[in-house]
Structures are given as structure tokens and as C-alpha cells.
């Protein structure tokens, strides 16, 4: 089991900002390739973004230009910065290995937008 925690979800109204974090043990972070998903109920977990050991990103179609996945290693944190968020960004996010495995799964953080 890997203990990741995410955190950094909230209330916020339509075309805000939030940065949500996830506190990874040992190297996790600076080693392998991670990502930021999310699921709202009755839908299955999608990729919002992944970046690699070297750094390169990538993002869910239409979240790009919105969201930025970032990484600290030297803190073990991974970050997702989302702007201008839309009422459909409402949901649970979690960060996991990318691709995903079933042994890092966390609580995840709730991020609810208002419009």
C-alpha cells in the first residue's frame, strides 16, 4: 500500500482558482510518472493530467490551459493549479501513480464549483 494524500479541494464559485496537493512518502514523486484524476458518482475515474520522470505533461482535451500539473520532488508533492474553473470540474480528485495503481489510491479531495 502506498499512502498518498491529497489535499487542497473546496467550495469555490465558477472561474476561481484552486491548487490541490498531494503529500507522496519517500521519492515517490521525483521518480516515477504521476497523475491527477477524478470521479464524480456514477462515473468511472478519468485522467485530468500526467507528467513523466523528465517532466513532460499532459492533459485531459479540455483542461488544458485551465489546469497545470507540477511537481516539487525535493517536498514529495505533486500539485494540480486549476483556473477558471466550470461547474462540470466539480468533483473527487486523487493523485496516483500514471498510469494508476490500485495499491495508491487515497481519499482523494473534493472540489465543488458553484455557478
Known amino acids: 500500500q502506498v499512502q498518498l494524500a491529497e489535499s487542497g479541494g473546496g467550495l469555490v464559485q465558477a472561474g476561481g482558482s484552486l491548487k490541490l496537493s498531494c503529500a507522496a512518502p519517500g521519492n515517490i514523486v521525483g521518480l516515477n510518472a504521476m497523475g491527477w484524476y477524478r470521479q464524480t458518482p456514477g462515473k468511472q475515474r478519468e485522467l485530468v493530467a500526467s507528467?513523466?520522470?523528465?517532466?513532460?505533461?499532459n492533459y485531459a482535451g479540455s483542461l488544458k490551459g485551465r489546469f497545470t500539473i507540477s511537481r516539487d520532488s525535493a517536498a514529495n508533492t505533486l500539485y494540480l493549479q486549476m483556473n477558471g474553473l466550470k461547474a462540470e470540474d466539480t468533483a473527487t480528485y486523487y493523485c496516483?501513480?500514471?498510469?494508476?495503481?490500485?495499491?495508491?489510491w487515497g481519499q482523494g479531495t473534493q472540489v465543488t464549483v458553484s455557478s
Open positions: 507528467i513523466t520522470r523528465g517532466g513532460l505533461t
Open positions: 496516483n501513480f500514471y498510469p494508476p495503481t490500485s495499491r495508491a
